[in-house]
């Protein structure tokens, strides 16, 4: 995993808990900021995943190149 995939899974998590949170107390806005945390991390998380996919692909063609 790579920093991005680490944060963006961290903002996730904490969007999460401020979602629920906002939902128990009945505070929207709470909940609403809780739910768009969650989907920057979801999108941060995946687009970390994306990046290291990208990486293991180059690297393993130059491997296959320098054979």
């Given at each position: 995993?790579?920093?991005?995939?680490?944060?963006?899974?961290?903002k996730?998590?904490?969007?999460?808990?401020?979602?629920?949170?906002?939902?128990?107390?009945?505070?929207?806005?709470?909940?609403?900021?809780?739910?768009s945390?969650?989907?920057?991390?979801?999108?941060?998380?995946?687009?970390?995943?994306?990046?290291?996919?990208?990486?293991?692909?180059?690297?393993?063609?130059?491997?296959?190149?320098?054979?």
């Amino acid at each position: 995993m790579n920093k991005d995939e680490i944060k963006g899974k961290a903002k996730n998590i904490k969007g999460r808990v401020k979602e629920a949170a906002g939902a128990l107390a009945g505070n929207r806005r709470l909940e609403s900021e809780g739910a768009s945390e969650r989907a920057e991390g979801a999108v941060r998380k995946e687009a970390g995943t994306a990046r290291r996919k990208i990486g293991e692909a180059v690297a393993d063609l130059g491997k296959k190149i320098k054979r």
